[in-house]
């Protein structure tokens, strides 16, 4: 199944400030209104006015943003080159950079982005590797899991992969093995995104298309995507509709 799409890439401006082109993530902050995570910082969009804020940090520390996450304590959580930037629901910001010396902290201040499990445990993929946020009496540390990235999380299992390869991970031991491998006959690209959605559904951007596989029955189905343009499909979203 093919299926032709058109990108319109779009500059987003605030005044005086160019909000960057480069569009690293997308994520829901509720039913109207959208974080973009972008080279020169995270943008709030609401769709319906096409207003925007650019939140940026003290000492440039969220100028170029990876990506974001609204916990289920309405927090935000932001990532950057520049460390952890958290967001209470009252407005209140708290920065997190790498610690040097320390079993309990970042090993970098390299943040690529966050996930939130089931249980309210929120991982961390950072370049030196995954790490796991402790909280206690409101005191926020972090403990680091390994060196991999977790991507998603799903039916009972956390979600990573390397190159073209998808591994399920147990959430209790983090043991990582095999799932599928998504090798195609003159598709020889490599994993940019994953999704985990409805129906026990993997959807993985891979190459020039989108890959479906279906966890509870092995089956797996490659969708070649066709465009006006070739870009990979870095981050994929499900809305509301289950689109």
Same mark, same amino acid.
Request: zero cysteines.
């Given at each position: 199944k093919k299926n032709r799409f058109n990108y319109h890439p779009i500059a987003i401006k605030n005044q005086n400030n160019f909000a960057g082109c480069e569009v690293r993530a997308i994520t829901r902050l509720n039913t109207d209104n959208l974080l973009l995570s972008t080279q020169n910082g995270l943008i709030q969009y609401e769709k319906d006015d096409r207003n925007i804020q650019i939140l940026k940090g003290p000492n440039n520390l969220l100028n170029d943003t990876k990506g974001s996450l609204v916990d289920s304590k309405g927090r935000i959580w932001i990532a950057s080159n520049g460390g952890v930037s958290l967001i209470?629901?009252? &407005?209140? /910001?708290? +920065?997190?950079?790498?610690?040097?010396?320390?079993?309990? &902290?970042? /090993?970098? +201040?390299?943040?690529?982005?966050?996930?939130?499990?089931?249980?309210?445990?929120?991982?961390?993929?950072a370049q030196e590797g995954l790490h796991k946020v402790l909280e206690t009496n409101d005191v926020i540390n972090f403990e680091f899991i390994g060196d991999f990235w977790i991507r998603a999380s799903g039916n009972e299992y956390m979600w990573a992969w390397d190159q073209s390869t998808v591994y399920r991970v147990d959430p209790v031991t983090f043991e990582r093995k095999p799932e599928f491998s998504c090798d195609f006959e003159n598709n020889n690209g490599v994993i940019q995104s994953m999704l985990f959605g409805e129906n026990n559904k993997i959807w993985v951007g891979y190459g020039n298309g989108l890959v479906e596989?279906?966890?509870?029955?092995?089956?797996?189905?490659?969708?070649e995507l066709l465009a006006n343009m070739s870009y990979p499909l870095i981050n994929l979203l499900q809305d509301f509709n289950g689109n």
């Open positions: 209470d629901i009252n &407005g209140r /910001r708290k +920065n997190f950079t790498k610690t040097v010396g320390s079993s309990l &902290g970042l /090993r970098s +201040n390299y943040i690529a982005n966050f996930l939130e499990l089931e249980d309210g445990t929120i991982l961390i993929n596989y279906n966890q509870l029955t092995g089956q797996m189905q490659f969708h």
